[in-house]
């Protein structure tokens, strides 16, 4: 079975730009988050779409946005990047909202604002 | 509020035993997880408790709750480099006729020689 998949790898962009980030979860599962991980801190919760919904959103920016498809695949976007958004973005990937339901992460897409 | 509270770093001797402390504010959370992320990599689930269960041991991973403290604490037996990650805890907690989960900020494991 193949895990949560997420492009690209590395992303490199410049301020005022802006980036797109691919997520594909495991085949099955419905939820999807993601979470930003500047370096050396922990995870900062960003989004949760289930079924096709927004269900929850972190304490960031409008210009942080997403969507999720009929496939449950997911993109984030991030407008008029700043040097701050530098991070680690990490998509994770539930069967569904259950309690006994953990999260599987991806790899992530390390961004680079220059 | 949610919030789910680790200490930032641990440095232990090779061949020594490893405890990663946790605690949880949602006396109701049903299951609780440990995840390890390696350099460069993505959270790796490395095991779950249920809430009925006071320990849970797999291999060299021994996970302790206590409830009425709200504590969790992985116990990582025989400690190897190839332990040297962060560590984050999570509880599930109960979030508008679904459940949502609930990240610590992690734990830095360093191994010495």
């Known amino acids: ?114 | 509020g949610e919030d789910v509270e680790q200490s930032l770093f641990l440095s232990v001797r090779e061949g020594d035993s490893s405890v990663i402390n946790c605690t949880y504010t949602d006396s109701s959370s049903t299951y609780l997880y440990w995840y390890k992320q390696e350099p460069g990599a993505g959270l790796q689930l490395l095991t779950y408790i249920f809430s009925n269960m006071d320990m849970k041991q797999d291999q060299r991973l021994t996970v302790l709750l206590n409830k009425k403290d709200k504590h969790l604490s992985l116990r990582i037996a025989d400690t190897q480099t190839g332990d040297s990650a962060i560590y984050f805890c999570a509880e599930t907690v109960a979030y508008s006729s679904a459940s949502k989960i609930i990240f610590g900020s992690g734990t830095r494991l360093s191994i010495r020689p």
């Open chain 1, 1 to 114: 079975e193949a895990g949560v998949t997420q492009s690209p790898t590395h992303l490199i962009k410049t301020r005022g730009q802006q980036a797109t980030l691919r997520c594909s979860p495991i085949s099955g599962h419905t939820s999807v988050y993601w979470y930003q991980q500047a370096l050396g801190l922990g995870l900062q919760f960003l989004l949760w779409y289930d079924e096709g919904e927004e269900r929850n959103r972190g304490n960031f920016p409008p210009r942080f946005s997403g969507r999720q498809f009929p496939n449950y695949s997911s993109e984030l976007n991030v407008n008029a990047l700043e040097l701050e958004d530098s991070a680690l973005y990490l998509c994770a990937s539930r069967p569904g909202t259950g309690e006994n339901q953990p999260q599987h992460f991806g790899d992530g897409t390390r961004l680079s604002i220059l």
